[in-house]
């Protein structure tokens, strides 16, 4: 952990009211999603992203070029802001994006980010963030580059899993006991616990 511990921003990056980001964080925790999305969300919060800069500045890389789009150097702020991939999928799920002032500091800026959006949007935006890492390191590690609307296409599925599955713990169709019985006849029956994609 210790490799990420290098800020990209590391002056005046106090957060103006330590009230709203306690919110935000308290939002954060309560949200509907997988516990590796809400980390992976703080993270992102506290610039403790391996992102080429910050490698760099620990001298393990020398190139810093974001892999996503090969144009700017790659950082937290210009992956999760400013990278021209990123701003085609957010407007392609329809997550309005904040267009408070450029130089402000990336913790405020995010922590506004989030208590101005609904529940859902921060959702959205939580997953989307986690996708598009997920498709950064793919380009980075494997060299398997997506398509804007492949990338859409993930998050919108994934989302409405959330939603299904929260709905079916919701209304009660998971009971809470489930017995294995043996099937009649010769059948044989398996039992997996696992997720199942048809
Ligand atoms: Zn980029």
Same mark, same amino acid.
């Given at each position: 952990m210790a490799l990420y511990k290098g800020k990209e921003y590391t002056e005046g990056n106090n957060i103006e009211q330590p009230q709203e980001l306690s919110n935000t964080y308290t939002r954060l925790w309560g949200l509907n999603i997988p516990n590796k999305i809400r980390i992976h969300f703080w993270k992102i919060i506290n610039e403790s992203m391996p992102t080429l800069w910050v490698l760099k500045s620990q001298k393990l890389v020398v190139n810093t070029l974001c892999p996503v789009c090969q144009v700017e150097q790659e950082s937290v702020a210009h992956l999760f802001r400013d990278c021209d991939f990123l701003k085609?999928?957010?407007?392609?799920?329809?997550?309005? =994006?904040?267009? =408070? %002032?450029?130089?402000? %500091? &990336?913790?405020?800026? $995010?922590?506004?980010?989030? $208590?101005? %959006?609904?529940?859902?949007?921060?959702? $959205?935006?939580?997953? =989307?963030?986690?996708? $598009? &890492?997920y498709n950064r390191n793919k380009i980075y590690h494997e060299e398997i580059r997506e398509q804007v609307h492949e990338v859409i296409g993930f998050i919108n599925a994934y989302m409405l899993e959330i939603e299904q599955l929260s709905g079916l713990s919701r209304s009660g169709h998971i009971p809470k006991h489930i017995i294995w019985e043996p099937p009649e006849g010769d059948i044989i029956k398996f039992n997996f616990d696992a997720s199942f994609n048809q």
């Open positions: 085609q999928v957010l407007e392609g799920i329809g997550v309005v =994006s904040s267009t =408070s %002032n450029i130089d402000q %500091n &990336w913790k405020q800026r $995010l922590v506004e980010e989030v $208590l101005n %959006n609904s529940i859902t949007g921060f959702r $959205l935006l939580a997953i =989307s963030y986690w996708a $598009l &890492w």
